[in-house]
């Protein structure tokens, strides 16, 4: 980690784990300890950052697809430069410039100022992100997946262009109301492994719940735009840019549970569904540029997990 | 109230509070659905062609992904779809976007973008076709990605999103469940 940086805050995992403020104190200390001891099994398996197990995790968040204006540039659209506009119901948001370019991009960061962006939603000046930007999931992800997928990040070309302010009614455009959005609905994720579970389950929960984050668009939100956890993965009408997020619960008349796990492998593979057809909007951008790439023992993992959550009824065709 | 207690409170009294605000800044949204007309002849044939292609695709998907043993039978519905694809334009050739379809008026405003799209479509199945006898599993793999990136440069463009699908919308009668997949 940069030192320059670990001198400001103590550490991303440390202050993640111990310093939320809204948690008792008792489960504060319960947190204090586990972050102890994730620390240290941190550091036994850290390895330096990698550049091609990051480009795995990249693909694994679905190729960062959001920060590429695929839909106003076409495939030729300056690859991770930004400037997509995301329609929410709260505005219209455009995606930032994460390439390396030092005015414009993420250049001149540090490992510490990434993994502080996504798992905590702050720009390295202490700014909060809008949470379209879906840090609620990239809470989850592991340190060392973090460091791998900047160095990623950091081997590919720069590109200059400047970020763009939201285009959104106040209150949703002013950051200093994300103090309270980030009361209502953020809580870092810490997944641990469940030891009752399979070795496939466990990468399957980490890989839909963290990088892949499957439930910013395919989980139904709040009035105030949090994730309604009781309803996970259960599909939503307001996905990104106005589309329908489907239901992807094992029920089987509203959701995908007459897919097998081939079904599901084939899917993410090649972007059609069993009835031969091919996939729309964002789902086909981001299978293409991050899912389709990922190993057959990871593809698989995410269907044995998509396969075990509950079954939820909820006909989105009907609404 | 203290802030401690402010922080510590429930989930459901943090929502509450929020909603309550929310409610009173008047978020809503209204949605409207169109009324559909009948179908006509020429758009329940082009759904059917639409259909057939999307089924060989299926066919196709239902042997690779479940490893079944039926040497010979992608490079059937590969071909099968190749020759499909000769009967799109002709199959649109009359312009009809208001029934109950997901056809796009783009279609009849760029007619030669669409045919240059179904062109590329033929030349992804001939492709897949001939990767097929080949028997290279990885080519093989590699030409079916590339044909079902040519059904979404069609689709995105001159079909309807399934959200806005007439498929979705009441129907006035029930004889037709469209299945055509145009």
């Known amino acids: ?319 | 109230m203290n802030r401690t207690t402010l922080l510590t409170s429930s989930s459901l009294i943090r929502h509450t509070i929020a909603s309550i605000l929310i409610v009173c800044f008047g978020l809503s949204s209204a949605v409207s659905a169109d009324d559909l007309e009948n179908d006509s002849p020429e758009v329940k044939y082009r759904q059917k062609v639409m259909s057939i292609i999307g089924t060989n695709m299926g066919a196709m998907g239902d042997i690779m992904k479940n490893h079944l043993a039926l040497p010979g039978h992608v490079a059937v519905h590969a071909g099968q779809m190749a020759s499909m694809a000769q009967l799109i334009a002709p199959a649109f050739k009359k312009n009809i976007a208001s029934d109950a379809t997901d056809a796009k008026p783009k279609i009849w405003r760029d007619w030669t973008k669409f045919e240059a799209a179904i062109s590329d479509f033929e030349e992804a199945a001939r492709n897949l076709e001939a990767a097929a006898r080949g028997g290279d599993a990885a080519a093989v793999g590699a030409a079916m990605k590339a044909l079902g990136k040519r059904c979404g440069n069609c689709h995105k463009p001159f079909r309807r999103p399934k959200e806005e699908s007439f498929k979705n919308k009441p129907r006035n009668h029930d004889h037709d469940h469209g299945d055509g997949d145009e």
């Not at chain 1, 910013?216 to 009408?237: F, I, N, V, Y």
């Not at chain 1, 086909?284 to 698989?300: F, K, Q, R, W």
């Open chain 1, 1 to 319: 980690m940069n030192p320059v940086a670990s001198r400001r805050r103590p550490s991303g995992d440390e202050a993640e784990a111990g310093t939320r403020s809204r948690q008792c104190l008792p489960i504060r200390a319960v947190f204090r300890i586990a972050g102890i001891l994730w620390l240290a099994a941190a550091g036994v398996a850290s390895a330096n950052p990698d550049v091609e197990r990051g480009r795995r995790v990249f693909y694994a968040t679905g190729g960062c697809s959001c920060h590429t204006n695929y839909p106003g540039e076409g495939d030729d659209a300056p690859w991770l430069a930004g400037g997509r506009p995301l329609e929410t119901p709260f505005g219209v948001f455009y995606s930032t410039n994460i390439t390396r370019d030092p005015e414009t991009g993420l250049g001149g960061w540090s490992d510490a100022d990434f993994i502080r962006a996504m798992r905590e939603g702050l720009s390295p000046e202490g700014r909060h992100y809008f949470p379209v930007f879906p840090y609620t999931s990239f809470s989850g992800l592991r340190r060392q997946d973090l460091v791998d997928l900047k160095a990623y990040l950091d081997s590919l070309p720069a590109i200059e262009r400047a970020n763009r302010d939201p285009d959104a009614p106040f209150p949703f455009s002013w950051r200093a109301a994300l103090v309270g959005w980030k009361w209502l609905n953020f809580d870092p994720q810490r997944i641990e492994a469940d030891k009752d579970r399979s070795d496939e389950w466990n990468r399957g929960n980490y890989l839909v719940r963290a990088a892949a984050h499957c439930g910013e668009c395919h989980t139904p939100r709040t009035l105030t735009g949090g994730l309604d956890r009781s309803m996970w993965l259960a599909g939503s009408l307001e996905g990104p840019e106005g589309e329908r997020a489907p239901n992807i619960t094992p029920h089987r008349e509203t959701g995908i549970g007459s897919w097998s796990i081939p079904d599901l492998v084939w899917y993410l593979e090649m972007g059609l569904k069993p009835d031969g057809d091919d996939t729309q909007g964002l789902m086909s951008e981001v299978i293409e540029h991050g899912y389709s790439n990922l190993s057959a023992g990871d593809l698989a993992a995410i269907a044995t997990y998509l396969k075990s959550i509950p079954a939820i009824e909820n006909d989105l065709r009907a609404k």
